[in-house]
Nanobody
Framework: EVQLVESGGGLVQAGGSLRLSCAAS????????IGWFRQAPGKEREGVSC????????YYGDSAKGRFTMSRDNAKNTVYLQMNSLKPGDTAVYYC???????????YGQGTQVTVSS
């Protein structure tokens, strides 16, 4: 059973930083695409960043480019999202998702709340 457990969310002022973690289990880590997604109140879930299973490339959504960095620790089956220069518009529940491709995750974690105050 695929399990994804996010942590690291919280309340931060605009311009601050947070690092999210996602601990994965129940699947072969290298065989899955794994990424970060977020959903703000009243909005659809959107992709933030993702590491492809096919070539290991990391992709970023427009909102994340230049501010967020995704990394992985294969020894710990964990991925991270370093978020810098946070803006109130980044306020959302952040989810870790995994699946056969970045475009179609088949499993999500429970999410972690990120709130950025102005």
């Amino acid at each position: 059973e695929v399990q994804l457990v996010e942590s690291g969310g919280g309340l931060v002022q605009a311009g601050g930083s947070l690092r999210l973690s996602c601990a994965a289990s129940g699947f072969t880590f290298d065989d899955y695409a794994i990424g970060w997604f977020r959903q703000a109140p009243g909005k659809e879930r959107e992709g933030v960043s993702c590491i492809s299973s096919s070539d290991g490339s990391t992709y970023y959504g427009d909102s994340a480019k230049g501010r967020f960095t995704m990394s992985r620790d294969n020894a710990k089956n964990t991925v991270y999202l370093q978020m810098n220069s946070l803006k109130p518009g980044d306020t959302a529940v952040y989810y870790c998702g995994a699946g056969s491709s970045c475009e179609a995750p088949s499993s999500y974690g429970q999410g972690t709340q990120v709130t950025v105050s102005s």
